[in-house]
């Protein structure tokens, strides 16, 4: 079973708008992380929020974790065509060696 | 440093067949794990290793075995490949250095097909 959840499946946008993406997750945390992936590449890691942490920033890249509510979302701000990818959220509970369970990702279309 | 590699990019194999992934990593990192990608899926954890001569099963273990015989090395292994194995399989490391705080790192994939 998937931990994470996102919201939405998929978002279409102009290049300068910001996107916006939701993760929901069901059991208690570690760590909650952020990847991209690239059409027919590997994972690239974005941020890491730690489970005390409300907000990270990280360049064009925002993060929020509401721990009571078992939720974060990922801002990008002006995007850019580049930007378009899958992006999903991974969990790390407390049981440590940084295993990481997975959403099934946001696919994000970023229009010039 | 190349970070994490994987061979073969592409494999076709008929139902039965066996074979093994390798995955290699330059960065001494302790912990590797194995995961697979499913069509409109995120990633499901196989197996993981948390040092040489040591593996542990995942979320979906069943009709793999791995090894870690070598530290900068983790193999996966399909003993009788099914259908139901056609998956991209993605390797990734990761350091113990700040134990349930370190980022992985992952290899470009592996697109398996079993017919």
């Known amino acids: 079973s998937q931990q994470g959840e996102e919201d939405p499946q998929a978002l279409s946008i102009q290049e300068g708008e910001n996107a916006t993406m939701n993760c929901s997750y069901k059991?208690?945390?570690?760590?909650l992380q952020w990847y991209r992936q690239n059409s027919g590449r590997g994972l690239v890691h974005l941020i890491l929020i730690r489970s005390n942490e409300r907000e990270k920033h990280s360049g064009r890249l925002r993060v929020t974790l509401d721990t009571s509510k078992k939720s974060s979302s990922l801002l990008i701000t002006a995007s850019r065509a580049a930007d378009t990818a899958s992006y999903f959220c991974a969990t790390a509970n407390s049981g440590g060696y940084n295993k990481l369970i997975f959403g099934a990702g946001t696919r994000l279309a970023v229009h010039p | 440093n190349a970070g994490v590699t994987q061979t073969p990019k592409f494999r076709v194999l008929k139902t039965g067949q066996s074979m093994t992934l390798l995955c290699a990593q330059d960065?001494?990192?302790?912990?590797m794990y194995w995961y697979r990608q499913d069509p409109g899926m995120g990633l499901r954890l196989i197996h993981y290793?948390?040092?040489?001569?040591?593996?542990a099963k995942g979320e979906v273990p069943d009709g793999y075995n791995v090894s870690r015989l070598k530290k900068q090395n983790f193999l996966l292994g399909l003993e009788s490949a099914a259908p139901s194995q056609t998956s991209v399989y993605f390797c990734?490391?990761?350091?113990?250095?700040?134990?349930?705080?370190?980022?992985?790192?992952f290899g470009p994939g592996t697109r398996l097909t079993v017919l």
């Open positions: 290793s948390v040092g040489e001569g040591t593996t």
């Open positions: 990734a490391s990761s350091s113990a250095l700040v134990p349930g705080l370190d980022e992985q790192f």
């Open positions: 960065m001494n990192h302790e912990y």
């Open positions: 059991t208690s945390i570690n760590n």
